[in-house]
């Protein structure tokens, strides 16, 4: 089924859509969650609530790509979930790390106000205009780590490069990043 036949179910308010969308995107959102979590429980959880929320926002959001909307919101519920196991001094894996990583350069960027949203937005943008100007290899390397929180030894072997250049890559792209975010005058 394709991702439009998908989306016009949601819009028909069919359940139908929840099974085709678990069908073809449930390993994928399964692995966001579980790169965040590290629970199997609490990334089932994740997923399931994913599916309830698309069902909440479809319609009236009518989404471009599928799977960068399921994507995004399981990403989402699983950093709000991590955020509260932390809060409770529980959570392991790579998240932590990462979000360590990223406050070198990109400050909190919450937005939970109607305020912080444009500069969020321009925040995005400015991020995916640094990444246009990447190599292909360093864009996948950074993405893997800073999207879907993926291990440095799992970037490494996935990509076929050693350890060492994947951090190497990361560090490099994070200085790149915070002198292209000082330019554009973001306060870091």
Not at 133 to 142: G, L
Not at 158 to 174: H, N
Request: proline share 3%; charged share 30%; hydrophobic share 35%.
């Amino acid at each position: 089924m394709t991702d439009q036949e998908i989306i016009d179910l949601y819009f028909a308010r069919s359940e139908t859509a929840i099974d085709e969308s678990a069908k073809k995107y449930g390993s994928y959102c399964s692995y966001i969650a579980m790169n965040i979590l590290y629970n199997r429980e609490d990334s089932e959880e994740c997923v399931n609530d994913t599916w309830l929320n698309t069902w909440n926002s479809i319609p009236p959001a009518r989404p471009s790509i599928l799977r960068t909307f399921l994507g995004k919101i399981t990403r989402n519920l699983a950093l709000n979930i991590y955020e509260k196991q932390t809060a409770q001094k529980r959570g392991n894996g790579e998240t932590s790390a990462v979000l360590d990583e990223l406050s070198e350069c990109i400050a909190d960027t919450k937005g939970d106000r109607p305020e912080d949203i444009p500069d969020r937005i321009t925040l995005t943008d400015c991020i995916n205009r640094f990444l246009e100007n990447q190599t292909a290899d360093s864009r996948k390397i950074f993405v893997r780590r800073y999207w879907y929180m993926s291990a440095i030894s799992e970037i490494a072997a996935e990509y076929g490069f050693s350890e060492s250049k994947v951090k190497m890559t990361l560090s490099r792209m994070r200085a790149a990043l915070l002198k292209e975010l000082e330019q554009e005058e973001f306060a870091v």
